[in-house]
T-cell receptor
Framework: DAKTTQPPSMDCAEGRAANLPCNHS???????VYWYRQIHSQGPQYIIH???NNETNEMASLIITEDRKSSTLILPHATLRDTAVYYC???????????FGQGTILTVHP | GAVVSQHPSWVICKSGTSVKIECRSL??????MFWYRQFPKQSLMLMAT?????????EQGVEKDKFLINHASLTLSTLTVTSAHPEDSSFYIC?????????????FGDGTRLSIL
């Protein structure tokens, strides 16, 4: 599976949009981009995933560049409860294994 | 939908005992379940993959005789830590996937914090 690169940490003001970048320059054509987050002492929570097109759900939006080498997770109106570690993972194998990197620690400030 | 329940959430036991952790998919059938381990301030590390009705596949470096995995039904997988020792203390997390990997996300339980005295 393709490796991903994320900034180690980001800050965001409450109520503002949080834009979390992810670089996956070695992604191959059949690999999906998944985003999860982990709030302290809990299991990871699935947020969103996509292949080529931009995606939106009740939690977030996922913007994937045309060449698919990078993506951005957008939390439109961040709240204090969105403070967590956000993981961007690329996966496409039939085996389904997810490889977690270090992720981005997002801190939402009042 | 897609709720995964893990039990217990927290367990303390003496060195040398065995501990069983259950992972259940509550509202879907999970053909594949995964077990992860997470040490403090580290990321999740995959331990093994289990498919319903077959033997688990362990990641390199994970002792299959120490971490017994059973996936006897489409809604339940168990992880038994045998003869646990203090170095086995960790946060154990399971996840479940209901269908083919392509486009099918995994859903995670809330984890089990295991402390061996």
């Amino acid at each position: 599976d393709a490796k991903t690169t994320q900034p180690p940490s980001m800050d965001c003001a409450e109520g503002r949009a949080a834009n979390l970048p992810c670089n996956h320059s070695t992604i191959s054509g059949n690999e999906y981009v998944y985003w999860y987050r982990q709030i302290h002492s809990q299991g990871p929570q699935y947020i969103i995933h996509g292949l080529k097109n931009n995606e939106t759900n009740e939690m977030a939006s996922l913007i994937i560049t045309e060449d698919r080498k990078s993506s951005t997770l957008i939390l439109p109106h961040a709240t204090l409860r969105d403070t967590a570690v956000y993981y961007c993972i690329v996966n496409g194998t039939s085996y389904g294994k997810l490889t977690f990197g270090q992720g981005t620690i997002l801190t939402v400030h009042p | 939908g897609a709720v995964v329940s893990q039990h217990p959430s927290w367990v303390i036991c003496k060195s040398g005992t065995s501990v069983k952790i259950e992972c259940r998919s509550l509202d879907f059938q999970a053909t594949t379940m995964f077990w992860y381990r997470q040490f403090p301030k580290q990321s999740l590390m995959l331990m093994a993959t289990s498919n319903e009705g077959s033997k688990a596949t362990y990641e390199q470096g994970v002792e299959k005789d120490k971490f017994l995995i059973n996936h006897a039904s489409l809604t339940l997988s168990t992880l038994t830590v045998t003869s646990a020792h203090p170095e086995d203390s960790s946060f154990y997390i399971c996840s479940a996937r209901s269908g083919p990997a392509e486009g099918q996300p995994q859903h995670f339980g809330d984890g089990t914090r295991l402390s061996i005295l």
